[in-house]
């Protein structure tokens, strides 16, 4: 400590001596070569390192993954229960439940579990998402069972207190509020409710200020009956503990978990894809906020993995359409990409970027392009070639974490895919040909019937709107958003 | 330094032993690595980890926003954009796009104190990394162009991280109220007039001063053998050459605030915003430990006392939280509560200096001091999980410490922290003359405010 601070005043003092001089500018070093880039050395084998996946009585599937590296365990826990199961008129039930498994369960106070896993130096987090809840707990080795022992409590035995719901009723009211003024948040919300209409996928899993008001202690307590069973959820234990060990906590804690009777999950399919515009009028805002999207294919969709090249080389890792000419070509933006989001029962494309008010038009168009370019043109070899080795090179990337590999396997399982797929990543890559990705480009993507979300200055740009073809819009004043309504506004 | 290193190792690993108890946090296991110096002045550390067939390669440039001089705020975040935009050897905008060919993952990124170059591989990509960070080190291309253009990019960021969001300026509004003088008064991202500003001499004159090897630690961490790595270091950093002239260090010192700054702001914020805030040291200074500990009493965890008074028995603030933001020049320590609808901000404010005045004149209790060293323990051990995060302990603790056992040394200096050592910092800096209150109001349409109660 000392010896740097002499360090930096011996700096400062040289400093005001050299301060005469004349500035140096800055010139290429005469003697750089030009040169191509070095090759690169022996490749190391990569395999997908070892997992294990057990099952116990009552149905509770378990994925262990053992590794040393650092003293702490990590036990994740996922039920089949999530946004897409909170019923009509109930929104927001799936992640209000998930919020309150820790504010009081078994014979421990919300406090005391705050206590509890803090003074273990632990984390314990719970949410929900769209098709499933999460409670994830992480604990130092010596703290396995302890650790075991407040998830089972947390997991299955939640008091669901009368104080407790009301406390949290409000902060998730209060966070509407907030999220309400988020264009990021808003725009996320009004295509969801575009592509999904009103299947469970177009409903917003925050809920309703009139939801949230309407939900009662039985429904915490049903929804949690209802989907909190064994054969309804899967457990991973990964980080510094063996198998034998890690499984004997989960018999403990886990084994005497009753199982129970699963209800039918039969939503309406989405609607068909149709073209639909909508402007909020954010009068404020120095950006728009951009979202082109419709509907793709469920994650265990046989085109899916196909789909999503097609999807990444328009605005995916290792490629990028969208980045290249929206910010590399034309300083449109920070940021553009798109995803394929594969959910359980349907899927979306959807392509986001932000730009200043006035080039808002403009940013629109170029997204759409490169929606229509990818549908009409044959991707070429070497695009398609990039982006596949980055997916191939990357893939040692994504095993380095035990939890990275748990994720992996977790998410095969969760979406019913196959195991044995998970170590061919490389061979299912590499056999998607040019051919292909024309197929499923033609066939899944519909540049004529995109929806459209632009958050921001509408008098600043709505002028300009029909000059790149979407003369046609609707415009909503932001606070009068409400996508339960069939033309999205406050009635 | 590696033999003093080891007797470092030897003289805790006996200290642990005897003061263990039931009690003490699991220890995360040592870093090894070795230190090199090439002629040029570049630091270089390696720490090699086999456990899966990657290299991470970060090259920390001195440099942050903190050296930026007054009409010139932006430069060093402006100038981590325009690394991207080609060398000798490296065609513009190429670098990224080569890292992803070999599946890959490169960013920057820039702060008050530094500028950080960062490149994650399959393990046998690693002489291109070091190929293309030397090359772009001594030979970038800097021309009007890019620089103009480039230029638009770094407008929209600010547009899109900071404008465009609900509470994006808060860490703005914070320091410009604080600081008067130090240059932590201006953001990292700058200001937009500043970089309109900027000529090309500038931008040649800011590499030319920062961008030198003297100025810069490269840390290789992952899968690699060790002599093969200094060798490839050797071949391709030793040709970089020496800077013609030192690095300045001259930036101007915050004078001691006198007496506490009340302001109240009005922003585009959908809930007010409560801040406290006060000055502190530096990030390495020996109150910096019990600093930190003092935050996560206030704050870490459900069972903070800042989360349990304001958020969870009052439902005064939505959320509410408290950091040290220990960095290299003495900063600032900040709580911060978004106020709920129907409370009001005065009670906010009056209960989050409540907490600071009771940590003076209560101190913690021994439960709450050994949970924060717990939590310190567990921040340790998942905090070095990737070899990116284990590279990024290593530099921080080179660059900010000068000091590279830091990287684990800090961890017992936390451990050995006393109930009395937490008291008297808050009593040092939790004074009123060094408080800065802020109130962010809500403005526009009084429909807005009007379920705010003063």
Request: glycine residues 6%; charged residues 20%.
């Amino acid at each position: 400590m000392r010896a740097a601070l002499i360090a930096c005043a011996l700096v400062l003092a040289g400093v005001s001596a050299a301060s005469a001089q004349p500035a140096a500018t800055a010139q290429p070093a005469p003697a750089w070569p030009r040169e191509f880039p070095p090759r690169p050395l022996q490749p190391r084998p990569v395999t997908f390192p070892p997992f294990e996946i057990k099952k116990l009585a009552n149905g509770l599937t378990v994925v262990l993954v053992s590794q040393n590296e650092q003293p702490a365990v990590s036990v994740r826990m996922i039920v089949r229960a999530g946004a897409a199961q909170d019923p009509r008129g109930k929104l927001g039930l799936a992640m209000l439940t998930a919020t309150l498994l820790d504010q009081g369960a078994a014979s421990r106070s919300a406090q005391q579990i705050a206590d509890d896993i803090d003074y273990i130096g632990g984390i314990l987090s719970t949410g929900a998402g769209t098709d499933l809840s999460f409670i994830n707990a992480v604990v130092m080795k010596d703290d396995y069972a302890a650790g075991l022992a407040l998830m089972s409590d947390v997991v299955r035995r939640p008091s669901f207190l009368q104080a407790e719901i009301d406390r949290q009723r409000q902060q998730a009211l209060s966070a509407l509020k907030v999220s309400a003024e988020d264009p990021d948040s808003v725009a996320g919300m009004v295509i969801d409710r575009l592509i999904f209409g009103f299947h469970p996928y177009g409903m917003p899993g925050g809920g309703t200020e009139a939801s949230l008001q309407s939900l009662t202690r039985a429904d915490f307590v049903d929804f949690h009956t209802r989907y909190f069973v064994p054969n309804n959820a899967l457990v991973a234990v990964v980080g510094d503990v063996s198998h034998a060990d890690a499984m004997a906590g989960i018999e403990k804690y886990f084994g005497d978990w009753a199982a129970g009777d699963l209800p039918p999950f039969d939503p309406t399919a989405p609607p068909e894809p149709t073209k639909r515009v909508i402007v909020i009028d954010r009068p404020d805002a120095v950006q728009t906020e951009i979202r082109v999207g419709h509907l793709g294919v469920p994650r265990k969709h046989d085109d899916f993995e196909t789909l999503d090249q097609a999807v990444k080389i328009l605005g995916g890792e290792g490629a990028n359409r969208l980045q290249q000419v929206l910010r590399s070509q034309r300083q449109l933006t920070y940021g553009a990409s798109a995803d394929l989001d594969g959910y359980k029962h349907a899927g979306a494309i959807v392509a986001e970027t932000d730009t200043q008010t006035a080039n808002t038009a403009e940013a629109l168009r170029v997204v759409v392009e490169e929606f229509s370019r990818l549908q009409r043109e044959r991707v070429h070899e070497v695009e398609l070639e990039a982006a596949q080795d980055y997916a191939v090179g990357h893939f040692p990337l994504t095993i380095e974490t035990p939890d990275q590999i748990a994720t992996q396997v977790l998410n095969t399982l969760f979406y019913e895919l196959s195991l044995e797929e998970l170590p061919k990543y490389r061979d299912r890559v590499l056999g998607v040909s040019p051919d292909d990705i024309q197929r499923v480009a033609r066939f899944f993507i519909r540049p004529d019937r995109l929806s459209v979300v632009l958050v921001g200055n509408a008098d600043q740009f709505v002028g300009s709107l029909k000059g790149v073809g979407f003369g046609e819009f609707e415009r909503i004043p932001l606070d009068q958003v409400d996508v339960l309504s069939v033309d999205l506004k406050k009635q | 330094m590696r033999t003093s290193l080891k007797i470092g190792v030897v003289l805790v690993a006996a200290a642990l032993v005897w003061s263990a108890s039931p009690e003490a946090a699991t220890r995360p296991p040592k870093f090894v690595y070795q230190r090199l110096q090439l002629s040029n002045g570049l630091t270089v550390i390696l720490h090699q980890d086999r456990s899966t067939p990657i290299v991470n390669v970060q090259l920390w440039y001195h440099v942050g926003s903190k050296d930026e001089k007054p009409g010139r705020t932006g430069f060093a975040h402006f100038f981590e954009h325009l690394m991207f935009k080609g060398s000798r050897n490296v065609e513009p905008e190429q670098h990224t796009s080569i890292v992803a060919s070999v599946g890959g993952q490169a960013n920057a990124y820039t702060n008050e104190d530094t500028t950080v170059f960062w490149q994650t591989v399959p393990a046998h990509f690693l002489p291109l990394v070091l190929w293309m960070e030397a090359d772009r080190m001594a030979t970038l291309r800097i021309d009007q162009d890019t620089f103009v253009r480039e230029r638009e990019v770094v407008k929209e960021e600010r547009r899109m991280r900071i404008e465009n969001q609900p509470y994006g300026r808060l860490n703005e509004i914070i320091y410009e109220q604080a600081f008067t003088t130090h240059p932590y008064r201006h953001p990292v991202i700058g200001s937009m007039e500043d970089l309109s500003a900027a000529t090309l001499a500038d931008v040649r004159d800011f590499y030319a001063t920062y961008y030198v090897p003297s100025n810069v630690t490269v840390v290789i961490a992952g899968d690699f053998d060790v002599a093969e790595a200094t060798n490839l270091v050797h071949q391709y950093f030793d040709r970089v050459p020496k800077a013609a002239k030192p690095v300045p260090r001259d930036i101007p010192r915050e004078p001691a605030q006198k007496q506490e700054k009340r302001v109240t702001v009005e922003e585009a914020v959908p809930l007010p915003a409560v801040v406290v805030a006060h000055h502190i040291t530096y990030d390495g200074h020996p109150d910096a430990y019990p600093l930190h500990i003092a935050a996560k009493v206030l704050s870490d965890g459900n069972s903070s006392r800042i989360y349990r008074k304001l958020v969870y028995e009052s439902g005064m603030a939505l959320t509410a939280f408290g950091q040290a933001n220990l960095i290299e020049h003495p900063n600032l320590f900040y709580a911060v509560a978004i106020v709920n609808p129907g409370q009001s901000p005065a009670a906010v404010e009056k209960a989050l200096i409540a907490e600071l005045d009771r940590m003076k004149a209560e101190g913690v209790t021994p439960r709450e001091l050994q949970r924060s060293k717990n939590q310190f323990a567990r921040d340790y051990i998942l905090g070095r999980e990737t070899v990116q995060q284990k590279a990024s302990h290593l530099a921080h603790a080179e660059v900010l410490h000068a000091d590279i056992t830091t990287a684990d040394g800090e961890f017992d200096i936390f451990q050995n922290i006393t109930q009395a050592d937490v008291q008297r910092v808050s009593k040092t800096y939790f004074t009123p003359e060094s408080r800065v209150v802020i109130h962010i109001m809500p403005k526009g349409p009084a429909s807005r405010g009007q379920e705010v109660r003063q």
